[in-house]
């Protein structure tokens, strides 16, 4: 197909906006560890589970069978405010590589809370209210998340506490306005309001935070109020499943111009981006219907991919949580302040862990001058600030492209633009003045907080 017949957008109608969620596990041959109590090292039970999470949301993170899992009609409804979300082809950023290669990327940035994390903050909110509970806690790292869960909050009339990671709280207030303009109460986590905060800051003083400090202070603060339950923007199962709307719709657009990725691009911190992008194209990939490679792309500051270790671990670092099997860098592991706020954890999905493991997965770690000179191209050229989180995917992308311009290859490129910048100013004047530099953490950094890990019977790892 010419170039000439491929718009520069593509949108689905209305009509064809996605009917269901798409689960991954139900076509994986090897499912995803089981989170194991962190007590007993069993399994977690729906009962155990039920009394920090939402009873459906539960029965979804527990479900590795059902492949299509209808999303109800109130969450559609909801979803037709900003969806669909177009695939764009970057036209001007090819042409300014003088690449052969054709370069598109989802664009998940167009709704108030600027990034994908409404998919499913809205899911979450839902399930909550029809529970009948009074509201929910949260952490976020660069805000979006929170952004978007204050935003689905206030839709549903249910009060909102989320805990900041401080040094995004301190770098970004103006998305911490946002988060307040929608009804949600915003603490810099760690906190002195909570146990878990006080002795995170007693350990660690002067620490900056990160998304497993934060996670902490947000269990406690729920299972410790009535009528109140926790919710996660990432890492589990369920968000995976809300987000695969992306992919979803992603490869209808696609269809409609017979373009099939060669590679398919996603920044990695806590799964919620990749996996929702590459969903739909693992599972044709699984089902061997269609071969992609897939790159998961995670900062070199927080490498929990490359350099992290495949194991059970702790998803927080107050180590109240259930344990889950991935790749991890310890949850003692408290990464560097560096802008790209939501890649900030310390460990990877569990699927995208387990398929990362199996080789379906290819992971690269880039340095972060090297993101914002990318960020900076895609801005002068396809006329989008981009988030620091999704700039790590264009970082890729870009690289891919400019291997095409040495080979002559026309590859197919997609990748997740599933973020705006405009709340990441600060990190940009940093970036513009000279003054950003990269931290790498040194092997006995990461060995340091990998011999924390907890120590699970062999006939439960």
């Known amino acids: 197909m010419s170039d000439s017949t491929i718009p520069y957008k593509i949108y689905l109608s209305e009509d064809e906006l996605p009917k269901y969620w798409y689960n991954v596990r139900a076509d994986m041959k090897v499912k995803p560890a089981p989170l194991l109590n962190p007590k007993t090292f069993e399994p977690m ?15 979804q993170e527990l479900d590795n069978d059902t492949r299509e899992i209808p999303i109800p009609q109130e969450i559609q409804d909801f979803y037709k405010m900003y969806r669909p979300s177009p695939v764009v082809r970057a036209y001007c950023l090819e042409k300014k590589l003088g690449t052969p290669a054709h370069i598109y990327y989802k664009f998940e940035g167009n709704n108030t809370s600027g990034s994908h994390k409404l998919n499913s903050a809205i899911a979450q909110a839902y399930y909550a209210k029809e529970q009948g509970l009074k509201g929910v806690t949260t952490e976020t790292g660069a805000g979006q998340w929170g952004t978007a869960l204050s935003m689905a909050c206030a839709y549903f009339d249910l009060d909102c506490k989320i805990f900041m990671v401080k040094c995004s709280y301190e770098q970004k207030p103006f998305r911490r306005e946002v988060m307040r303009t929608y009804g949600a109460s915003v603490t810099p986590s760690p ?23 934060a996670i902490s ?25 809300h987000q695969s709307v992306i992919g979803l719709e992603a490869k209808a657009a696609l269809d409609k111009y017979n373009v099939v990725p060669d590679l398919i691009i ?33 900062p070199a500051s927080c490498p929990s991919l490359t350099r992290g270790k495949y194991a059970y671990d702790y998803c927080d670092t107050g180590m109240v949580t259930p344990l889950a099997k991935m790749c991890t860098l310890g949850s003692d592991f408290i990464p560097s302040a560096n802008h790209a706020g939501g890649l900030r954890y310390h460990g990877m999905n569990s699927v995208l862990s387990e398929l990362y493991h199996e080789g379906l997965i290819e992971a690269r770690s880039v340095e972060q001058t090297a993101v ?17 989180e999704s700039s790590h995917a264009i970082r890729v992308a870009i690289d891919e492209a400019l291997k095409c311009k040495e ?10 633009l599933t973020g705006t910048g405009y709340f990441d100013l600060f990190a940009y004047e940093k970036f513009n003045n000279g ?27």
């Open 45 to 59: 039970t729906p009962e155990e589970l039920s009394a920090v999470f939402c009873d459906e949301l539960v029965a």
């Open 191 to 213: 906190s002195e309001t909570t146990a878990i905060g006080r002795k995170i800051l007693a350990d660690h003083p002067g620490t900056t935070g990160s998304l497993g400090c």
């Open 217 to 241: 202070e947000a269990v406690e603060t729920a299972t410790g109020l009535d009528g109140y339950r926790y919710v996660l923007g990432s890492v589990l199962n369920q968000v995976l499943l």
């Open 266 to 298: 996603g920044c990695a911190g806590g799964g919620s981006n990749l996996g929702g992008l590459i969903s739909p194209f693992m599972g044709q990939k699984l089902r061997g219907e269609q071969d992609y490679h897939f790159i998961a792309v995670e």
């Open 372 to 388: 914002f000179e990318a960020a900076e191209l895609f801005a002068r050229t396809e006329g989008i600030l981009p988030a620091p």
């Open 407 to 416: 080979t002559g290859e026309e590859k197919n490129i997609l990748f997740g």
């Open 435 to 461: 003054e950003m530099s990269d931290y790498i953490p040194t092997d006995e950094e990461l060995e340091q907080a990998l011999r924390k890990l907890p120590q699970v019977p062999e006939e439960n790892a």
